[in-house]
């Protein structure tokens, strides 16, 4: 299942791969797509969604342009 599909009709319903995240630096709400995770924030006004940043999970370490980062 692709960014696309998951984010374009729902991307405030949380599912097994879609969560809602406690507050953090980075986004609101987290998507899982394999080893990826697609982090993200919701304008509800223009009905938009911008991707924040696309990190890899490597065990329970998440890298974002190849450096780690704790959320």
Do not use: H
């Amino acid at each position: 299942m692709g960014i696309e599909s998951c984010l374009k009709y729902e991307p405030d319903r949380e599912t097994r791969n879609n969560k809602r995240l406690r507050p953090n630096r980075l986004a609101e709400w987290e998507l899982r797509v394999e080893r990826f995770r697609v982090f993200y924030d919701i304008d509800g006004e223009k009905r938009f969604v911008k991707v924040e940043a696309v990190g890899q999970k490597r065990g329970n370490r998440l890298y974002l342009r190849g450096q780690e980062f704790e959320l």
